[in-house]
């Protein structure tokens, strides 16, 4: 390993020593006091302020002043009067006076640590006449003095003080008492609670409860993502108890639909996408590996604080394949391969993983502390480097091109120690592949050369090749090589998705080795500019500690995640984790958290709306030994939770935004689930689970945005492309547009929370875009498929059932049908047609999109 020294650093600590020992201080308390030293202005020389005048003013006045000479000065610092430049800004004192040539503010005209000024370093011979000017001791005139008892400015975080440590979501943990209410009739348990006697504080009273079919339908969607079939509805409907609800309840947490829900949620704090942005925007390999990981996560009940350990320390960890896959949330982010500055790319990453680990698990956004003290939040700049400092042996990505990341972040699943253990079945899966290879390319070649017009444009797609040879039965193949041909590309996506473990592989996280890179405090986070050296080690206002660790046996990695995990996931040692992962689960059940903020619970967040409830909570899950499904159970069967959705303007007058929970919130369905939705109702719905991900059609004018127009998406059959949406290749440049249009996930960010917008694109992807189309035709064969002699008034009422999950009204019927006798009368339409558009105005329903 090379060693970087900063001779200036040395130089300081020598001065000190020489201070300490020979002269008894004196050199101490200079370093340490250099601003009070200067604070007495020297007498004002004709000569320094003659040069101050013409030649350092013009210069100033020029580059300087319109962002360093007001009182909203950029960086807090103002160098108009001598007594603020020598207060110095936020970053700390700008001019040594010991030491002229190491002053911060010859570092910046240099561009050799800050860059000032931005548009354009200085020409040289100015640059010569501000070192000049500080050799002189940055003389100034007589009127140009300032305040000599100026005090430097000082940001929010430069101190910790009782009062910031005393802040309601950096204290211990508490575990209250539920409240008694006066309605005690009204609570289920004890969320109830705390929740009446709130609203009972705001003299409200609460919902009745919703009925039976909108309670259904929300807690399908909320736990699935899924409409309830006709026939649970009919048998809830039929039967409303407390048990049959409780059944219910159960049935679905058991169900692995749930995994895709709750699944799809953590993948948006996590900032999951499976390409790398940028101009090339490559796929990640092996990257859906991680998406199954969170959703069998999820299906098992995964403690919490495993889920989380595993994810930044499961390779430091007894091995085992889901570990290796989990560290895979390192991989997630973009990635710049084509770096103009290496080293600030590389610092770029693991700013990414800073913020959206801290964000994530903590709450806090300590990444706003990378270029100086934290604004609003009690984080120091150096809180921040001492965070950074956990990840500072993660190796980027890779360095280029596809081999550079797989020398960086591929991994076999397969332990070493197996190799010789599965050798037979690896042989066995490329002898099947060799042979299905050699067989398939027998056809093709005989297939390519008569490739006509639009056929050379659709042979490239795998999909498409088996009609195109169909079209030469009878020429070129016979019928039993042509169904042979179809089985065998079938078969070998199966084998290829379907690998030994010898050869399957995971994206994961690696180290430089047990040795981390060393840590610097970056001057404005640039790396470029490094100060004192950190080490691993938590934020002041949560203690300080430094951290423990030691390399794990394999001795491939440091060690120092091992450590964070432990804190991040450790009640005693910071209550932070429980409290923001209890409000995530109040915040995907009730639309939103009991604090509103959920990445933070900074100064600047929303503080709860239920602080008690929201310790109760956190402390339900610690003492569940971090189970979440127990949590799940409670929330859903509280009589909050199946209140009414239903408007009353006396409590809307007190409390607007429901604060008090005086009902349920109503929402629109995610993008996800009006995808699923739409599949499910027509009848389509894969629910085949894990595996690579799939590519719905894209029209061809979507894609034209791309640089390469169409580069990375794949064609998956039409199986494939109704599976779930949560197994849709995430490409970053190219979106599907529905998805898109329903305010889906940025995964270039941690996305703490989904937009609800309206927007014109959402009504017309649904009623004029070519996806919605296709499911309203498939629809409606659906429905003649299952009932061909069915009547227009049943075929009506069969499509308002499914889209509704609820009997129709009367009025419902007649204005049905009356819409599609008019487009057979009115318009000409076929039946057939006239049945397609009837389902396509289903589709667009508010009562489709939207839960009560």
Known sequence: MNTVYDFG???????????????GGPAVQAQQEPAQQEAEPPAVDAEGAAFFEHEVLPILETHCFSCHAEEEAKGEFQLDTRSRLIRGGEAGAVVDFEDPEFSTLLEAVRYEGYEMPPRGKLPDEQIAIIERWVAMGVPYPEDRLGNENEQRVEAPGARITDADRAFWSFQPLSDPVPPTPIDKAWMTNAVDAFVAARREDADLRPNPPADPVALLRRLHYDLTGLPPSEELVQRFVADPSPQAYEQIVDRLLASPEYGERWGRHWLDLVRYGETNSYERDDAKPEVWRYRDYVIDSFNQDKPFDRFAAEQLAGDEMEYSPERLIATGYYRLGIWDDEPADPKLALYDDLDDLVATTSQVFLGLTINCARCHEHKIDPIMHADYYRMLSFFSGVQRYGVRGAQSVAQASLRPLAPPADARANQAAVDRYRGQLTKLNKRIEAIEKKLKPTLENVEKDDYPHEMNRPAIAQTRIGTLFSEAEVKQYGEDLTARRQLRRNKPRQLAKALCVTEVG????????????????????????????LGGQQAEYSPPPHGGTSGRRTALAQWITDPEAQPLTARVTANRLWQYHFGRGLVRTPNDFGFQGSPPTHPELLDWLASRLVQHDWHIKPLHRMLVMSSTYRMSSAMRDEAFAVDPINDTYWRFDPRRLSAEEIRDSMLAVSGQLNLSKHGPSMYPVIEPEVMAGQSRPGHGWGDSSPAERARRSVYIHIKRSLLVPLLAAFDAADADFTCPVRFATTQPTQALGLLNGRYAREIADRMADDILHDAPDATLDQQVGEVLRRVTQREPTADELDR???????????????????????????LNLNEFVHLD
Request: charged fraction near 20%.
């Open 9 to 23: 650093l040395i130089r300081r600590a020598a001065m000190l020593w020489i201070g300490l020992v020979l002269l």
């Open 816 to 842: 049905g049908i009356a819409f599609v006798e008019d487009l057979r009368d009115g318009h000409a339409s076929d039946p057939r047609t006239s049945l397609e558009l009837f389902c396509l105005l289903a």
């Open 514 to 541: 047990s040795e981390a890179r060393p840590t610097f405090v970056l001057t404005r986070g640039n790396p470029h500019a490094e100060a004192e050296p950190v080490t691993p080690g938590f934020p002041v206002v």
